[in-house]
């Protein structure tokens, strides 16, 4: 049976500066897995997102992708091998209009999925396909950064904090479009603080504390685990 591990995280490392951040994290995603990332605030939960892509000024370790080791890649080297990250910040251009922010990115690879099939997923961008960046709910600008990367060809999706600030019925609807993404044969990396959210959408959580992976908590043992997670997350 060949290793189905499309992502391998070995001893990371990361720091900012003189700053310390990242003390050896260590985990796997296997193909088609949806993955959380789950920890109180500065656990280093985004900064394991950064160090994946290779964007945290300095890291140390093994990040091997789809079997290629990328710990000494550039970014956009990273980015061409197919993996994406879908910002906190979410990084809109205000002064372009939704299709034209959809359309930005290059395409990286074969597979990636057309603005038709985009706009399936995401009816209420194509509603406001003329509308400026400016012009979005939180939740439209949410929808349309995670839309964005799906042109590309990554097979990798790292999304950092998706329903931060948004409306029940808009965390829904992102919960819906990670299982259709799961069903295409995507595979993901949440960061996420709604641990409901988080469990409703994923195979497995990593429990991150001070800079390192502590434990691993399949989706189906949630329940069995629930006092060794209130006193993870205070949940």
Not at 2 to 27: C, M, P, Q
Not at 29 to 52: D, M, P, W, Y
Not at 61 to 86: F, H, K, N
Request: aromatic share 6%.
């Amino acid at each position: 049976m060949r290793d189905e591990s499309l992502l391998a995280v070995k001893d990371l490392n990361g720091w900012y500066g003189e700053s310390h951040v990242l003390h050896g994290i260590n985990f796997e995603v296997q193909r088609g897995e949806v993955v959380t990332l789950l920890g109180r605030n500065g656990a280093g939960k985004t900064s394991t997102l950064l160090g994946i892509m290779g964007i945290l000024p300095r890291r140390a370790g093994s990040v091997c992708y789809d079997g290629t080791e990328t710990i000494d890649l550039q970014p956009r080297q990273i980015a061409r091998a197919g993996i994406a990250i879908c910002p906190e910040e979410r990084g809109i251009f205000s002064s372009l209009n939704v299709e034209e922010n959809l359309m930005l990115p290059p395409r990286i690879a074969e597979g990636g999925l057309s603005v038709e099939r985009i706009f399936e997923l995401f009816p209420n961008l194509k509603e406001r396909r003329r509308s400026q960046g400016t012009k979005l709910s939180g939740g439209e600008q949410q929808m349309l950064a995670i839309a964005r990367i799906l042109r590309t060809g990554a097979k990798l999706l790292l999304l950092d904090e998706p329903t931060e600030g948004l409306a029940p019925v808009i965390v829904q609807q992102i919960g819906r479009t990670i299982a259709a993404l799961k069903n295409e044969g995507f595979t993901i990396v949440l960061v996420e603080q709604n641990f409901r959210f988080a469990a409703s959408v994923a195979d497995r959580h990593y429990i991150v504390e001070q800079g390192k992976v502590i434990d691993m908590i399949p989706n189906t043992g949630l329940e069995a685990n629930s006092e060794k997670l209130q006193a993870y997350l205070g949940v």
